[in-house]
């Protein structure tokens, strides 16, 4: 449960702390006081999307951060761990973020950086924040199914998950179908297309990097004749053309001569004529290369015509089918691989709609058995709502779960007892989920979205969530004005099933309704005030008799007239008497 949390410069909060207990808490102030403030980053605070405007004007960044009592929660204790991060060992969970106005965002888990990610996978086990519109969902058929998933916890998300991967398998195949199923016409039409492709491209006979080669080559047989001039020179200078004249290696050679006698007179020498030996060495070394480079100069008559003729077909090549010889090539296997199954396209196309036929099988056993986890979820919440709803004051009130199928010839088989139908199918299964309501007796059940009043809605979906919520464990549940367009006795019953949840679970919850405040356990009131041209929103907890005021106030405007201030003192005194 949520201990204790601190805000800094977040929307109109310059420093806020406060503390949370066990029970019921509501937070209550004038419209457009701040009241969603605290569970906006409360909500940003478990992995909820940031944004820059949050951050109070004029400071830089924003801070969030809440300490948590998870020492009843075992799942998440284990989780910790996997996710990298330590605890201490008592279930205490410190989480952080800092919202900056660069756009960069930092987040803490126990101390240690996180992602948002991991805000968000600890925050699912933590907290669930109904909003203020969201009763609005139970006019939603295409909400239903959701929640009914939601009711039928991790065996029924793991047998979900299963059938979307088997719907994907068969979309896939069908897509696979579809392509190979051209008209006739056309097939022949792309395989002419491909078989010119492979025919143009196998004519050149291709080597990777050929192109390379044969470039360099060219620039050797254009310059041919400079290079042989260049080198047959270098190579007379080195080694001297005639008789009587002398090369470099002649003249190295008469110089270590020279210099081998006088050595043994100067020492020094010594090193000068190692010198001259090495040049020696190196220079004959040249000559020799010389004479192979000059020798392997001489061409085949027409090389370069042949050459450059290749290089134009390479380069005509390129320009279709790839930059280079080696995408040419790579093109040559696709476009080889394509043509084969175009030619098999009748083998292959057979083998396609069987193995289609089998995945559609796949398919609908997987959905049958998803559907039917569905039908007995959806009874075990359909009971559970009822239940909830004449403490709700909805006493003559009918709420049905109908899960069916829709038929379709082009579906997936269904297994409904010892029959088999053909239904229609989506990533989410076979089901179509409706909501039938009636709210007075004697009226027969009709679809929810249309019968409803916002009141019932609202009412509803408090059971609802109520109901999912406790099925998945969370351990605080936030409401935001769920209590929206009801009063009187029905507000009243609306406050009492919060306080009935809260002694199970930590609510917190926002209202503008003071038979819903009068039953909670804890009462934050949320002022907004304007100083030096600023304003702020400052929260307080409010002791008992702060509390009859408050109360006043939300009964009466002002909270003056003594009426309102015993009217405040009745609601909590029922309170503590029920």
């Known amino acids: 449960m949520l201990r204790q949390l601190q805000i800094e410069n977040f929307a109109l909060i310059t420093s806020l702390e406060l503390e949370f207990g066990q ?8 419209t457009g006081a701040g009241k969603s ?18 951050i109070r004007t004029g400071a830089d960044a924003a801070w969030i951060a809440a300490t948590f009592d998870i020492s009843q929660d075992k799942n998440l204790f284990e989780l910790l761990p996997e996710l990298g991060f330590s605890h201490d060992g008592h279930g205490e969970l410190i989480l952080a973020r800092e919202i900056h106005r660069s756009g960069r965002n930092k987040c803490w888990v126990n101390g240690r950086l996180a992602t948002v990610g991991a805000l968000r996978e600890i925050g699912s086990f933590l907290v669930e924040i109904h909003g203020q519109q969201e009763h609005q969902a139970v006019f939603d058929p295409h909400q239903y199914l959701e929640m009914v998933d939601a009711m039928g916890g991790p065996k029924l998300s793991v047998m979900r998950a299963q059938v979307e991967e088997a719907y994907g398998q068969v979309r896939a195949l069908e897509r ?40 360099q080559e060219r620039e050797l047989l254009r310059h041919g004749e400079k290079l042989r001039e260049g080198v047959t020179l270098a190579y007379q200078m080195l080694y001297g053309q005639e008789v009587e004249a002398k090369g470099v290696l002649d003249g190295l050679g008469e110089a270590s001569q020279l210099l081998e006698p006088l050595v043994k007179h100067d020492q020094r020498l010594e090193d000068i004529l190692q010198l001259v030996g090495a040049a020696t060495a190196n220079a004959q070394e040249a000559v020799w290369q010389l004479r192979e480079y000059a020798e392997g100069l001489d061409s085949e008559p027409g090389r370069l015509d042949q050459v450059e003729e290749r290089l134009s077909l390479i380069h005509r090549l390129e320009r279709k089918y790839g930059e280079t010889t080696d995408a040419i090539l790579v093109y040559f296997d696709k476009v080889s691989r394509e043509l084969e199954e175009l030619q098999s396209s009748e083998i292959t196309m057979g083998r396609l709609r069987e193995d289609l036929a089998k995945a559609n099988t796949d398919l609908g056993k997987v959905a049958s058995e998803l559907s039917a986890m569905r039908q007995i979820v959806a009874k075990e919440l359909e009971q559970r ?83 999912i919520a406790a099925a998945d464990g969370v351990s605080t549940l936030i409401f935001d004005e769920v209590d929206a367009g009801i009063g009187g006795k029905t507000a009243r019953a609306v406050g009492a099933k919060l306080a009935a949840l809260a002694t199970e679970r930590q609510v917190l919850c926002v209202t503008h309704l003071p038979q819903v405040a009068g039953m909670a356990n804890h009462h934050l009131a949320i002022t907004k005030e304007v100083s030096d041209q600023s304003t702020h929103v400052t929260v307080k907890s409010l002791e008992p008799e702060a509390r009859i005021q408050e109360l006043a106030r939300m009964l009466a405007g002002d909270g003056a007239s003594e009426v309102s201030r015993q009217h405040a003192r009745q609601l909590l005194d029922e309170r503590v008497s029920s």
């Open 23 to 30: 029970g019921m808490t509501v937070l209550t102030g004038e």
């Open 37 to 54: 403030i605290v569970l906006d980053a409360i909500s940003m605070l478990t992995g909820s999307r940031a944004y820059t405007e949050m």
């Open 176 to 215: 696979d179908l579809e392509r190979l199923t051209l008209s006739e016409q056309d097939r022949l039409r792309q395989i002419d297309l491909l078989q010119f492709q492979v025919d143009e491209i196998a004519a050149a006979h291709l080597t990777p990097g050929e192109e390379i080669g044969l470039k």
């Open 385 to 467: 709502i009822m239940a909830e709803l004449p403490d709700l004051n909805l006493t003559h009130a009918r709420f049905l779960i109908q899960v069916s199928q829709v038929a379709d010839t082009m579906g997936v088989p269904y297994l409904e007892g010892d029959d088999t139908k053909m239904v229609q199918v989506t990533a989410r299964g076979v089901d179509h989920v409706e909501f039938l309501f009636s709210a007075n007796p004697g009226e027969d059940v009709k679809p929810l979205a249309r019968v409803a009043s916002g009141g019932e809605a609202s009412r509803l979906m408090l059971a609802l969530k109520s109901t």
